[in-house]
C-alpha cells in the first residue's frame, strides 16, 4: 500500500492506494460526479441503504456531508474515502471506516457503497483490501467489523473473498430501505491466516 500526496483537512488520511483504485477523502469538488454517480444509481442503491433525504443530492447536503466527515476525521472516529480509478479521473463509489473505538476494543465498522455501472468489476475488493490494510497498519485497530442484509449476495461474497469471517445475525439490526432490517456480522481482526487472500 503506497500512500500518495497530503489531504486536507487536518488528520485526514493521505490517499490510499490499491492495484486498480485510489480512496482519499471527499472534496467539494467532487460534487457533481458524486451526484451524478448517486442520482444515476439510485434505484441500484437504495434497498441497501438508509431512505434517502429530500435533500440527498443537492449541493448544500453535500456540504452537510463533508462537514460531517471533517469532524468525524477531527475527532478520531471515522475515515470516509471516496472510491476513484487508478489514474484518478473517475469516482465509482465510497467506502467508511467508521464507529471507530479505542481503549481495549481497538475496533471499527466498514461500509461501502459502489456506483451501478461499476459493480460486479472487482474495484471494490481491491478497496476493500486497501481498506482493511490502512485500517490494521495505519490506524492500528485489531478487529474490522462490517453488516450486510441476508439478501445482498454480492456484498456477501465481497466481504467472504477479502477475509472477512461471518460471525452471527443480528435481528432488526440497522434501518434500511425505510424498515428496520436483520442483517449478517461479519467480522476480520489481526492475525487472521486468510487476511491476505
Known amino acids: 500500500m503506497a500512500f500518495l ?9 493521505p490517499p490510499i492506494r490499491g ?16 451526484a451524478e454517480l ?5 434505484r441500484f442503491l ?12 443537492t449541493r448544500l447536503g453535500y456540504r452537510r456531508r463533508l462537514k460531517r466527515y471533517q469532524r468525524e476525521i477531527r475527532e478520531g472516529s471515522g475515515y470516509p474515502f471516496f472510491l476513484f480509478s487508478a489514474d484518478e479521473t473517475q469516482l465509482l463509489g465510497g467506502l467508511t471506516v467508521s464507529h471507530i473505538q479505542r481503549g481495549v476494543t481497538q475496533s471499527a465498522a466498514v461500509g461501502y457503497w459502489i456506483g451501478e455501472r461499476h459493480a460486479r468489476r472487482g474495484f471494490m475488493t481491491d ?6 490494510a490502512f485500517a490494521f497498519q495505519t490506524l492500528r485497530l485489531h478487529r474490522l467489523e462490517a453488516a450486510c442484509l441476508p439478501s445482498n449476495a454480492a456484498s456477501i461474497r465481497l466481504l467472504e473473498k477479502t477475509g472477512f469471517s461471518r460471525e ?4 432488526s439490526y440497522l434501518c ?3 424498515r428496520w432490517q436483520d442483517h449478517l456480522l461479519f467480522a476480520i481482526v489481526t492475525g487472521d491466516e486468510r487476511m491476505n487472500r
Open 5 to 13: 500526496r497530503p489531504l486536507s483537512p487536518q488528520g485526514a488520511p
Open 127 to 132: 478497496a476493500l483490501r486497501a481498506t482493511i
Open 38 to 42: 448517486r442520482a444515476a444509481s439510485r
Open 19 to 34: 492495484d486498480r483504485v485510489v480512496l482519499r477523502f471527499p472534496t467539494l469538488a467532487d460534487y457533481p460526479q458524486w
Open 46 to 57: 437504495e434497498p441497501w441503504e438508509p431512505v434517502w433525504t429530500s435533500d440527498e443530492l
Open 176 to 178: 434500511i430501505d425505510g
Open 168 to 171: 452471527g445475525y443480528a435481528r
